[in-house]
C-alpha cells in the first residue's frame, strides 16, 4: 500500500479547490496538491454570473484580467410576474460602482482554465477520489497528520486538508457537518447557441410564478445562459436525464406559458450543456449553531460548507463567488502560518472560520427565505405568502442583498 506525506492537500479541483490553490500560492505556500477524482477537471454546468464580491476575489487572485475584458457586463434586470403580468426593472448600476467590475457571465471551462495556470505544474493529480479521512495516530502524540485514503488503495498523510469536494463532501462529513438536505426543489440549467445573432438585450431576463423561477441572460452575441427552478415532483425524480426529454419536459411542462422568447433559448440549448439537479440545503440554523467547518488543521470551504447559495432561488447571484471569497480569506489566514510560522495552522484555520461564519449564514438564510417563498405554494396560499415574503425582501433581505454582492474579501499580500 503507497503512502506519501504532503503539506497541504486540497480535495476537489473546481472553483473552490483551484481558487484556494491558487491563492495559496500565491502566499507563497510551497506543496499544496489538488486531488481530483475526474480524469480531467469537471465542467459542469456550461457557464455562472460572477457579482462583484467575485471580480474582487479574483482580482486578489490576479486573473481578473484574463475573464473581465472577454465578457462584457450587464446593468439591468427585467423581471416578469407570470400570475398579473406584471414587468419591472430593476438597476443593477449599483453594482458597477468600480472600473472593470460589473455582473458578467462567463464560461465554467474559461475560469477553470485561468485559475489552473495560476498553478505550478503537476500541482492537480487527477483520477485520485477520496474515501475516507483518519485522524492522526492515536498512539503517536507527536504526529500532526491526517489520513487520507484514496479508491486506488493508496494513503496521503498531509498536515492541512482543505475539503473543496462538494455537496456531498468526504471531508465535511468527518468533520461531523450535518448533511445537506434535500429541499423539494429542482434546477435545469443550458446554454443556448444561435448560428446568427440572437438580438436580446444583454441584461437578465427573469420570470416568476406560484412555484416557479427562470431566465435567461445573453453571454455574448451568439450564446445565452438559461436556468428554471421548480418544485420537485415524483416524475422529476424518476424521470430520465436524457437531453432531449430534459429540453420537452421544460418546454412542455416546466415552463408552459412562458414567453416565446424564453422558449425559443430553451429549444436552441447544446444539448451537452444541459443539467438538471436537486438542490440541496444546509439549513442557517445548522450553520450557526451545529458544528462549524473546522477541527484540528482540516476545513471545508464552497459547496461543501454551504450549498444552499448553488440554487438560481437567489436572483443576486450563486455560489461562485463566495467559493472565490472563501479562498482568499482562507489563504490570507493560513499563509502566514505556512510559511512564516507567526501563528499555528490551526489558530490560522479558527480565524478563517470565525471570519466567514456571519458572512456565510447571512447569505444562507436569504436564499432560504427565497426558496421557502416558491415551495409547495399553490395559487392562493402563493398570493399571501408571495406578498408576506416581497415585503420582507423588499425591507429587509433585498438590502442586504445588495450589499453582499458588493462585499470585498480584500486582497492578499504576496509573498516570494
Known amino acids: 500500500m503507497a503512502e506519501a506525506e504532503e503539506g497541504v492537500v486540497i480535495v476537489g479541483a473546481g472553483i473552490a479547490g483551484l481558487a484556494t490553490a491558487a491563492a495559496l ?42 475573464l473581465a475584458n472577454n465578457y462584457p457586463s450587464y446593468k439591468m434586470s427585467r423581471v416578469m410576474n407570470l400570475e398579473t403580468g406584471e414587468t419591472r426593472e430593476i438597476n443593477l448600476t449599483g453594482t458597477m460602482d468600480r472600473v472593470g467590475i460589473g455582473v458578467r457571465t462567463i464560461h465554467r471551462k474559461v475560469l477553470l482554465s485561468a485559475l489552473a495556470e495560476e498553478l505550478p505544474p503537476d500541482t492537480i493529480r487527477f483520477s485520485s477520489k477520496l474515501v475516507s479521512v483518519r485522524s492522526a495516530d492515536p498512539e503517536d502524540s507527536t504526529s500532526h497528520f491526517i489520513s487520507l485514503h484514496l479508491d486506488n488503495g493508496s494513503i496521503i498523510k498531509t498536515k492541512v486538508l482543505i475539503g473543496c469536494d462538494g455537496v456531498h463532501s468526504v471531508v465535511a462529513q468527518w468533520l461531523g457537518l450535518s448533511a445537506p438536505i434535500d429541499s423539494d426543489r429542482s434546477a435545469v440549467r443550458g446554454l443556448a447557441e444561435f448560428s446568427e445573432r440572437h ?34 415532483s415524483h416524475r422529476d425524480r424518476e424521470m ?30 447544446d444539448p451537452s450543456t444541459l443539467t438538471w439537479t436537486q438542490i440541496h440545503d444546509r439549513a442557517p440554523w ?9 477541527m484540528g488543521r482540516a476545513t471545508v470551504l464552497g459547496d461543501a460548507l454551504h450549498p444552499t447559495t448553488v440554487a438560481p432561488d437567489l436572483p443576486l447571484g450563486g455560489c461562485a463567488a463566495l467559493e472565490l471569497e472563501d479562498a482568499v480569506v ?31 449564514v447571512g447569505l444562507a438564510a436569504g436564499a432560504y427565505v427565497a426558496r421557502w417563498a416558491q415551495r409547495g405554494a399553490g395559487r392562493a396560499r402563493y398570493s399571501f405568502r408571495r406578498r408576506l415574503v416581497e415585503w420582507v425582501l423588499r425591507r429587509f433581505v433585498g438590502p442586504r442583498m445588495i450589499e453582499a454582492v458588493n462585499y470585498d474579501c480584500g486582497d492578499l499580500d504576496e509573498m516570494d
Open 199 to 232: 438580438g436580446f438585450q444583454h441584461q437578465l431576463h427573469q420570470y416568476i410564478s406560484h412555484d416557479k423561477m427562470a431566465g435567461f441572460v445573453p453571454v455574448n452575441d451568439r450564446e445565452v445562459y438559461w436556468f428554471i427552478s421548480h418544485d420537485t
Open 286 to 294: 445548522a450553520l450557526l449553531l451545529g458544528p462549524w467547518a473546522h
Open 25 to 66: 500560492t500565491r502566499m507563497g505556500v510551497r506543496g499544496v496538491i489538488v486531488l481530483e477524482k475526474s480524469h480531467e477537471l469537471h465542467t459542469t454546468g456550461a457557464v455562472i454570473s460572477i457579482f462583484p464580491n467575485g471580480w474582487r476575489a479574483l482580482r486578489a487572485l490576479g486573473v481578473a484580467h484574463k
Open 240 to 269: 430520465t436525464r436524457h437531453p432531449k426529454l430534459i429540453i420537452r419536459q421544460v418546454t412542455r411542462r416546466l415552463a408552459r406559458g412562458f414567453p416565446d422568447e424564453f422558449l425559443d433559448v430553451v429549444r436552441n440549448t
Open 330 to 360: 482562507l489563504a490570507r489566514h493560513v499563509g502566514p502560518a505556512l510559511t512564516c510560522a507567526e501563528v499555528g495552522a490551526e489558530e490560522a484555520l479558527a480565524a478563517y472560520v470565525s471570519e466567514r461564519r456571519w458572512r456565510v
